[in-house]
């Protein structure tokens, strides 16, 4: 009985996606931005920024999901096959970047520059690696839309939440 769960489970390693380093490599993004975000966040304003971060977690989980739906791309290559969009991209890398930018960022002008430098990191760099590695396919979509898309988005959420803390300061 020994012998055949140890063949059992090495066969589901062998035939599974852990075997394979993408499977690996989406892992550890699951988990290590959100391990560089503890160590440098903001202490004294964790609340207002990790609340931005899980703005843009929703966010990116939402859309994710409206374009997998669509047809608009797919991920052929995911960490987790029931899910279908790109977990460690919606809720840690995505998130946590634009989390920094909003930390650092303190001016509109340096936000914008933070923005564009992240539209342009994920859309010309992070999924042309992505497409190449075959873990992402655009249907219906291309770099210069989700460049686009991660600007403006970036630029709504920053608004957003200017308006939320300057409500927050005005009622207290």
Same mark, same amino acid.
């Given at each position: 009985?020994?012998?055949?769960?140890?063949?059992?489970?090495? %066969?589901?390693?062998?035939? %599974?996606?852990?075997?394979?380093?993408?499977?690996?490599?989406?892992?550890? +993004?699951?988990?290590?931005?959100?391990?560089?975000?503890?160590?440098?966040?903001?202490?004294?304003?964790?609340?207002?920024?990790?609340?931005?971060?899980?703005?843009?977690?929703?966010?990116?989980?939402?859309?994710?999901?409206?374009?997998?739906?669509?047809?608009?791309?797919?991920?052929?290559?995911?960490?987790?096959?029931?899910?279908?969009?790109?977990?460690?991209?919606?809720?840690?890398?995505?998130?946590?970047?634009?989390?920094?930018?909003?930390?650092?960022?303190?001016?509109?002008? %340096?936000?914008? $520059?933070?923005?564009?430098?992240?539209?342009?990191?994920?859309?010309?760099?992070?999924?042309?690696?992505?497409?190449?590695?075959?873990?992402?396919?655009?249907?219906?979509?291309?770099? %210069? $839309? +989700?460049? $686009?898309?991660?600007?403006?988005?970036?630029?709504?959420?920053?608004?957003?939440?200017?308006? $939320?803390?300057?409500?927050?300061?005005?009622?207290?």
């Amino acid at each position: 009985m020994k012998n055949n769960y140890y063949d059992y489970i090495n %066969s589901w390693i062998i035939q %599974s996606t852990m075997a394979d380093l993408r499977w690996w490599l989406l892992f550890l +993004s699951l988990f290590f931005p959100w391990v560089i975000w503890w160590k440098i966040v903001d202490r004294t304003r964790v609340f207002e920024i990790l609340s931005y971060g899980l703005f843009w977690s929703v966010m990116a989980t939402w859309l994710d999901l409206l374009g997998t739906t669509n047809h608009l791309w797919r991920y052929p290559f995911k960490l987790l096959d029931q899910i279908p969009s790109l977990l460690p991209a919606d809720i840690a890398v995505i998130p946590v970047l634009y989390m920094l930018n909003y930390q650092f960022a303190r001016t509109w002008k %340096s936000f914008i $520059i933070g923005a564009i430098f992240l539209a342009f990191l994920f859309s010309y760099v992070l999924e042309p690696i992505f497409t190449t590695f075959r873990m992402l396919e655009f249907m219906n979509w291309s770099h %210069s $839309i +989700s460049f $686009i898309a991660f600007f403006f988005l970036g630029i709504v959420t920053k608004g957003i939440f200017q308006c $939320i803390v300057k409500y927050k300061k005005d009622i207290s």
